[in-house]
DNA sequence: GTCGCTGCAAAGTCTTTGCAGAGAG
DNA sequence: CTCTCTGCAAAGACTTTGCAGCGAC
């Protein structure tokens, strides 16, 4: 197998995803191949939410020999949702954003004005949502929360940028 | 202008409802058309949450003669979308459903399993939402609230259904 | 070696747009 | 009458799929 040198720096973190993902293919028979590795620590160093068309030039600006096909991104990106390893938004844009599901769960919180994205968690919330789906003799799975508005940042610069 | 006669009984609320549309179209300069009051109609009177091309089969049921196109109901919605009349959600399959925005808020609750959308309110929930707007210094628009699981429909049809 | 994976390009979806005729105001 | 709206079909945007060669195991 090729190796990869110019990776962004290892964190123990990452190992540990990388190694399920690792896991998860050999259980079903499938292969880890070099543009996998591409895509999932693309997806790692990424703080933000990416579509699968970001995803791609980011990879093909970091990785420019590989010349990964925006369909092997895309298939990868629904084998790592089908494993739960990933999470699709679907916001009011078209298209979906994809980040890692390996961290903890949160909501989101996005400005429509910059379309910025910034997560949070609320106990209280959860605790709530557990309860309703109860009421409701409802299984729950997994559930999400967008907040809509205007963030400090936008808010400041109404003035200047219109 | 041609009157449609086969309209399901209005309420005083669809009235209301209409009213709005026609006087935001006037204000606009834009003209109130058959084809948009019978897309109004049947968001007003689906319970569901619809697809453009739920709503379009259906105004085709029911208005055979109309022959209104998909075109014009995709510039309906984003019309009345623009104004606010109605409310797309975007949930993980593909493609946005729609419907009335003039009712009340509330959230969703997604069966995984049959598609089916349940609403719902809680007071508790929407307080929080205010107040971790306020903590990260966002100014609020909206909000939106998705839980996903299994209905208590097909949680009970899981034997003889797979 | 085998069998899954990849890039490419073609095919699908879903949505939007251009246009000439129809219809609201 | 004017100017917007509509249906149709063509064009776009985004995703998925078929296929032959490549590469992980």
Chains 1, 2 share one sequence.
Not at 117 to 138: C, M, N, S, W, Y
Not at 139 to 149: A, R
């Amino acid at each position: 197998m090729r190796t990869v040198t110019d990776f962004t720096e290892r964190t123990v973190e990452y190992e540990k995803l990388l190694n399920d993902f690792k896991a998860l293919l050999k259980s079903t028979g499938q292969k880890f191949t070099i543009q996998r590795e591409v895509i999932l620590d693309e997806l790692y160093n990424s703080d933000e939410h990416l579509t699968p068309e970001e995803l791609y030039n980011r990879i093909q600006e970091k990785h420019p020999t590989l010349k990964t096909g925006i369909a092997t991104v895309y298939r990868t990106l629904s084998l790592l949702e089908d494993s739960d390893m990933v999470t699709s938004l679907s916001f009011g844009a078209q298209g979906k954003k994809y980040e890692l599901g390996a961290k903890e769960h949160h909501d989101h919180m996005i400005c429509t004005r910059c379309g910025e994205i910034t997560e949070f968690v609320d106990a209280q919330i959860e605790e709530r949502q557990h309860k309703i789906a109860d009421d409701l003799g409802f299984k729950m799975e997994d559930h999400s929360m967008q907040i809509y508005g205007i963030c400090k940042k936008c808010q400041e610069h109404a003035q200047t940028k219109q």
